[in-house]
């Protein structure tokens, strides 16, 4: 009898489906001949913005088990910090690639000359080693050093809302709002709030569900 197929939970398979969705979106605009008179700057924009938010939604994985016990939602984190990291690749790639074509003469000026790039770059930079040692077998080989290595995602994402704050050139509301998500995520973590609403969530839980157990730990 043939081997069932590798069962996927659900959450996993709508970030799969999710984190697709943007790339199919830009390719179908491209093949169709739907993208604006500007096609470079719609597939930077195209690939900027899934990483960005991808990134958040990495980091919005450890709050929501804090806040609501959904431990089934820790498995995602890496693939979601994969999928970011996989869009910031793409989006690097269409602006040295086919924007500059490689002029790396051209390319280190435009760096020297706008601030908003060597933000991004610092975002992608760190993100790097974070993808290369995202696997099971790199958290064993690493051990508590793999916990602090990857702790550099917080900077990463500071830096990915700077790049965007600095490259907007007049309405900052849009990404004032991730930065200030990205700080609500962050403050989150704070031991004192974090233990605060564990606290919250089990005494919510206790009196929602009126059966005695042992107080569940919050994943981490
Ligand atoms: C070497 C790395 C990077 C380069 C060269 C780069 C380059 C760019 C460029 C040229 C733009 C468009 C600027 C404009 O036309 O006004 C842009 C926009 C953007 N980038 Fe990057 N970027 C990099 C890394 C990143 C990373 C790591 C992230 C997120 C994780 C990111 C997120 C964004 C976002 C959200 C936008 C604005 C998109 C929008 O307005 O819809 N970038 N980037």
Do not use: C
């Amino acid at each position: 009898m043939s081997p069932s197929p590798r069962h996927i939970p659900w959450p996993l398979l709508v970030v799969h489906l999710g984190a697709w969705l943007p790339a199919l979106n830009l390719a179908w605009h491209a093949y169709t001949g739907r993208l604006s008179v500007n096609p470079i700057q719609d597939l930077t924009f195209g690939t900027g913005l899934p990483a960005l938010v991808l990134l958040l939604l990495s980091l919005a994985v450890t709050p929501a088990v804090t806040l609501f016990g959904w431990n089934w939602a820790i498995p995602l984190r890496r693939w979601l910090g994969l999928y970011a990291f996989f869009y910031a690749t793409a989006h690097m790639l269409i602006f040295t690639v086919i924007d500059y074509g490689l002029d790396w003469a051209e390319l280190y000026r435009q760096v020297l000359e706008k601030p908003y790039l060597l933000a991004g770059m610092g975002a992608l930079l760190l993100m790097l080693p974070l993808a290369l040692t995202s696997t099971k077998g790199w958290q064993r080989r690493l051990g508590k050093a793999w916990k602090d290595l990857h702790r550099a995602v917080y900077l990463a994402a500071g830096l990915a809302v700077l790049h965007f704050i600095l490259l907007v050139k007049a309405d900052l509301t849009e990404p004032l709002i991730y930065a200030g998500v990205l700080a609500g995520l962050l403050a989150l973590r704070l031991p004192p709030l974090r233990r605060r609403l564990s606290a919250v969530r089990q005494k919510l839980r206790a009196r929602l569900l009126p059966y005695r157990g042992k107080p569940e730990r919050a994943g981490d």
